[in-house]
């Protein structure tokens, strides 16, 4: 089964700006989302933080085969903040 993501964050109706996060890194079929900690400071910083150490740990642990290339077979990445 092939999985198809997209991702959208909304600003909602309490804060002037959006903390949300979110990462989709296709060729490990993996979603993250953050959600941003409103109401406390720098709850944007924090859900960026988390996405894109956890998204980096990804990319820098994937095993390569023996010709140096990624096991993975979808090239596509990205990561999206929510602001």
């Known amino acids: 089964m092939r999985a198809i993501a997209s991702g959208m964050t909304d600003v909602g109706l309490q804060?002037?700006?959006n903390e949300?996060?979110?990462?989709?890194?296709?060729?490990?079929d993996l979603?993250?989302?953050a959600d941003g900690m409103g109401g406390h400071r720098a709850g944007d910083?924090?859900?960026r933080l988390a996405t894109d150490a956890i998204a980096e740990f990804f990319r820098s642990t994937r095993r390569r085969t023996r010709?140096?290339?990624s096991t993975s077979?979808?090239?596509s990445r990205r990561t999206r903040t929510g602001w």
């Open 45 to 47: 910083v924090a859900s």
């Open 73 to 75: 077979t979808r090239a």
């Open 20 to 28: 949300d996060s979110y990462a989709v890194l296709s060729e490990y």
């Open 31 to 33: 979603f993250i989302v």
């Open 67 to 69: 010709r140096g290339r």
């Open 15 to 17: 804060r002037d700006h």
